[in-house]
């Protein structure tokens, strides 16, 4: 039997949405605030805001039962014992996370608190954000004993947000005290104790069976840290075998080979090793910079984390020069671009390298012919259509008399076209690959030319 918490999540953006349906998923009765009338009029209506898989499912299954949506924080502060604070933390121009939302919301729950309520941090925040919470609660005249403050960080991944929540690799809670911890342990104890997977409609996860998730028990100043440093590792990876990949070219390696030997050793593992155009999304940038900014507060010189920034920075350009450099000149060439998403399964376009790798090819007159399964309307706002952009609905039309088709997003639909369809489609069978998505022996012997990242290319 669920322990049921009675819980309020403020923010409908990627994190908060998908926590609060999937609190309701556990088992818990979930109040899910948001200041944007539209947005909360259209969840309430049964509309989806964002692109990710098994969320429609959810809101159907749990909508006006489990979870509903408000635009009230003080009464949703009232009627709950757990408030999530799920809203947006963007880049201020120095690099550091603007947190005016965060203290704004806290501000209102501190007017309106009255009884004992612990107030989570699940936005990605800088380290220390769980005191200056503390002191805003104080500040409006609450007392110590009347709340706590903990660190719940996330860890999903857009495109996989849901099942990643429900099957968790791990779960942080920084919690100062023994009440608030164990208050939280209670939300995630169905995938603690493993309960919730024996459900029939359970959410499947990347394992059968599906294995209870791990909690473990922080500091608050520590769980904040394990957020940033997660992100920043990860960029790590990602720069560090893209660099090793321009060196595969040099040398006619194939980095594809190199991720796999480096990968099969435990302790470095083979998960984010693919090479590419370079990482973007709302995470990865935002969170490095942010990070960086820490390190310097506290006079600490954080140098690798500038270098992975530049490495990523520069990976774009280089990936432009190997258009420009299978093509020889660019005005007027036209071009397929596959791919608007900083990644596949997701219609998000936030910071997404191929609008600026789109950005450089506009700039030296190609007219471009571009798809994405989902993110088209989104890129549509940036690049408005013109006689230089427009956008189609399948990848065979956007081929159609190209002189050359660019892969920019790894959609597995773009891993999966039919190549002789494809070739015929085109003027020139050329690809260019940024996502790797092809064997370049196979390629050769359908009669590309082929060019990807770090492996040698075919014509
Ligand atoms: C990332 C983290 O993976 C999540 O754990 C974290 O919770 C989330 O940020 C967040 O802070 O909210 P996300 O931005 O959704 O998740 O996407 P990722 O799958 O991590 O991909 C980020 C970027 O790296 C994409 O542009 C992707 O194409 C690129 N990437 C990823 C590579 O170029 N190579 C890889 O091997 C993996």
């Known amino acids: 039997m669920v322990k049921k918490v009675s819980i309020a999540v403020v923010g409908s953006g990627y ?16 109040i899910c605030v948001d200041n944007d009338e539209k947005k909360v009029e259209m969840l309430r209506n049964g509309g989806v805001p964002i692109h990710e898989r098994f969320l429609p499912e959810l809101l ?40 005016s ?32 919470v503390r002191r805003v609660m104080e500040r409006h005249g609450v007392e110590r004993g009347h709340f706590d403050v903990v660190s719940n960080p996330e860890f999903l991944r857009e495109g996989t947000a849901v099942s990643d929540f429900l099957h968790p690799d791990r779960i942080v809670v920084g919690a100062d005290s023994e009440a608030s911890a164990a208050l939280l342990g209670r939300i995630y104890a169905p995938i603690t104790d493993g309960s919730y997977y024996e459900r029939e409609a359970a959410v499947p996860g990347p394992l059968t069976p599906a294995t209870p998730a791990t909690i473990l028990y922080t500091s608050a100043q520590s769980a904040e840290i394990i957020k940033h440093a997660s992100n920043a590792f990860l960029a790590m990876k990602i720069s560090f075998i893209n660099s090793v990949a321009n060196l595969c070219e040099a ?10 030997g480096i990968g099969l050793d435990g302790r470095i593992g083979p998960k984010f090793l693919n090479p ?27 140098k690798l984390l500038a270098e992975v920034e530049k490495i990523n920075s520069v990976q774009k350009k280089n990936f432009f020069n190997k258009i420009r450099a299978a093509l020889w000149t ?27 790798i789109i950005k450089m090819l506009l700039h030296e007159g190609c007219v471009l012919v571009a798809h994405d399964p989902a993110a088209t309307e989104r890129a549509k706002e940036v690049f408005p259509e013109s006689a230089q952009i427009r956008y189609v609905d399948d990848p065979y039309s956007a081929a159609s008399n190209a002189d050359a088709l660019v892969i ?22 050329i690809i ?26 075919v014509y």
């Open 15 to 30: 994190v908060g949405l998908v926590a609060a349906v999937c609190f309701a998923e556990l088992g818990h009765d979930v």
């Open 60 to 99: 159907d299954r749990h909508r006006n039962k489990g979870i509903v949506f408000s635009t009230e924080l003080g009464e949703a502060t009232r009627k709950s014992e757990v408030i999530f604070i799920a809203v947006g933390t963007p880049q201020s121009d120095s690099g550091h996370a603007d947190l």
């Open 101 to 132: 939302y965060v203290e704004a919301v806290v501000s209102e729950i501190a007017r309106s608190i009255d009884s004992y309520k612990v107030i989570v941090e699940k936005s990605t925040v800088p380290v220390y954000t769980n005191e200056w």
């Open 251 to 260: 040398v006619n390696a194939d980095v594809k080979e190199v991720a796999k």
């Open 276 to 302: 590419g155009v370079g990482y973007g999304g709302s995470c990865f940038p935002k969170d490095l910079a942010a990070f960086r900014w820490v390190a310097e507060q506290q006079g600490i010189d954080f």
């Open 330 to 356: 660019l005005r007027g060439k036209r071009i397929a671009i596959l791919g608007l998403a900083f990644k596949g399964d997701t219609d998000d376009i936030r910071d997404s390298p191929a609008l600026d």
């Open 408 to 429: 920019l997003t790894d959609w597995q639909q773009f891993a999966d076209l039919d190549l002789d369809r494809l070739n015929k489609a085109l003027k020139f069978p």
């Open 432 to 457: 260019i690959d940024g996502r790797n998505l092809y064997d370049p022996a196979l390629m050769l012997e359908k009669n590309f030319t082929y060019v990807s990242v770090g492996r040698p290319a």
